[in-house]
């Protein structure tokens, strides 16, 4: 079961970045916030490192679109790949596509570690918006 499940059936209209990419939030119509964290370590950075689609799916300026959300019907990870070396440090990427009534929102998370850690993202459901530092929207795809 995927981390991003809490989403299924929820009319998402925004899609926000923070704590240096260690954080990605989804708001929904109802202006409830799901906020995802990347697990970091001494020796293991993780960060959203891609997000496609969000133009897309969650409106290109278009009001209507925006007031009425996108629903999303379904969470597909796709895991992560195996390690490869860049250095002295062992990178990893993890995949998930976020499927909804007006398309895709494909996620990448890059790890970056000493050999000895894994790639995690949590569903932090106890954040609160005034925690997550440099929080701004995404309204492309980065």
């Known amino acids: 079961m995927s981390e991003f499940n809490v989403l299924v059936g929820k ?16 708001r929904d119509i109802d202006q409830r916030y799901y906020c995802f964290r990347t697990k970091n370590d001494c020796c293991n950075t993780v ?5 496609n689609g969000v133009e897309t799916v969650l409106g290109e300026g278009n009001l209507f679109d925006i007031l009425r959300g996108a629903m999303v019907t379904g969470v597909e ?3 992560w790949t195996e390690d490869r070396t860049d250095g002295y440090d062992v990178i990893q990427d993890g995949f998930w596509t976020i499927a ?3 398309g895709y929102i494909d996620l990448e998370v890059r790890n970056s570690h000493n050999g ?5 993202v949590v569903y932090d459901e ?3 918006l005034d925690k997550i530092d440099g929080l701004q929207a ?3 795809d980065f």
């Open 47 to 51: 960060w959203f490192n891609h997000v």
């Open 77 to 79: 990870d796709k895991g």
């Open 138 to 140: 995404v309204v492309k």
């Open 100 to 102: 909804t009534d007006r």
């Open 116 to 120: 000895y850690y894994g790639g995690t």
């Open 11 to 26: 009319r998402i209209n925004g899609l926000f970045v923070g704590d240096d990419a260690w954080s990605l939030v989804f």
């Open 126 to 128: 106890k954040a609160t």
